[in-house]
């Protein structure tokens, strides 16, 4: 078992995802294999002191960029950091691979070089979105815009399991996103997957939730098709920016504001750090044969820190294991 990080992806690579791996080794006592190109790799550890003895070099001489149509990279770049990544993962599928890199290319090489778990219809990419409460897990964000009923609940499975493991959360509530909450509300989709999902003994599922309700922390885990997924996650983004955007322009239009602003400043760090992507790391691929976790773009070295933590978790804790015992294998369904 071991973490594999893409020091090559991401807005900030190499640097930032270096300086990330540094702190993890310190702080977790772990050590970790790093994939791209090894004289620059080795050149940015030197020079920030690092305990080289805490890492292994994977050499990769290429580098999938963020505007390359990813299953084309994925196919041709052989020899760039995230195919030897997915390459070693599928060797050792214990282990867990890291990336900031092209998400799509992310995705499609988590199909393409490493593979689904048996029984599995869909993988589904599944970040953490906060709210007044504890995070809710979003499944699926945009792994697959068009799903079936029968990929939501796998979703719900894979969710339940992943919450009960990586954030201890005892017997989670799954709901399924909806234009209302009634049973009978909703699309061919929501309606089939409904019926399906209350009927399903080991999952706690609570009945549909509407997209104003997401925020407010009533649930553990949020169900949904890619397409749907996707929105929801880009409109919470773009809320969040633009609503620390707009106060920070009224907090700073006078003299009285800027008082109010002093006195509130240590409330809105809070607020806004419960907000922050980087507190959790990134977003597990969840239902394919490895642990894969997709850091955000624009990650910095706290958020890959806190990546490779949720990396740890999820290998000691046998994330991908308890989802395989899961899955009932023989026909493919849950």
Request: glycine letters at 10%.
């Amino acid at each position: 078992m071991r973490i594999i990080v893409d020091v090559m992806g991401g807005d900030n690579a190499p640097v930032e995802i270096l300086k990330g791996c540094i702190e993890a080794v310190r702080e977790y006592g772990i050590n970790l294999t790093l994939a791209g190109k090894e004289n620059i790799i080795r050149k940015h550890l030197t020079s920030l002191n690092a305990p080289m003895e805490s890492f292994e070099i994977l050499n990769a001489e290429e580098i999938i960029e963020a505007d390359e149509a990813p299953v084309a990279a994925i196919r041709r770049k052989n020899d760039s950091s995230m195919v030897r990544g997915f390459d070693m993962l599928k060797k050792e599928p214990d282990s867990v691979f890291i990336s900031a890199g092209n998400t799509g290319a992310l995705m499609a090489g988590g199909l393409l070089r490493v593979g689904r778990i048996k029984g599995i219809g869909r993988p589904a990419l599944a970040p953490l979105i906060p709210t007044r409460k504890e995070p809710v897990l979003l499944m699926d964000a945009g792994a697959n815009t068009e799903c079936k009923p029968e990929n939501l609940v796998q979703f719900a499975v894979m969710g339940s399991v992943y919450m009960e493991k990586v954030f201890n959360r005892d017997n989670p509530r799954v709901s399924l996103v909806n234009n209302g909450v009634e049973e009978g509300k909703g699309n061919e989709l929501t309606k089939a997957a409904y019926t399906l999902l209350k009927d399903k003994k080991d999952i706690n599922f609570t009945g549909n939730i509407e997209a104003r309700e997401i925020l407010s922390g009533i649930t553990d885990i949020v169900i949904c098709d890619g397409f749907t997924g996707n929105i929801i996650l880009k409109l919470i983004e773009g809320f969040a920016s633009n609503l620390f955007g707009m106060m920070k322009e009224e907090f700073t239009s006078g003299i009285l504001p800027k008082i109010g602003s002093l006195l509130l400043k240590p409330r809105l760090n809070g607020l806004k750090e419960s907000m922050d992507y980087a507190e959790h790391g990134g977003a597990p691929l969840l239902g394919v044969n490895g642990g894969i976790i997709k850091a955000h773009g624009s990650s910095d070295a706290r958020a890959i820190k806190n990546a490779i933590r949720q990396g740890k978790l999820f290998m000691d804790r046998q994330v991908l294991n308890s989802i395989k015992t899961s899955i009932i294998t023989e026909d493919g369904e849950v």
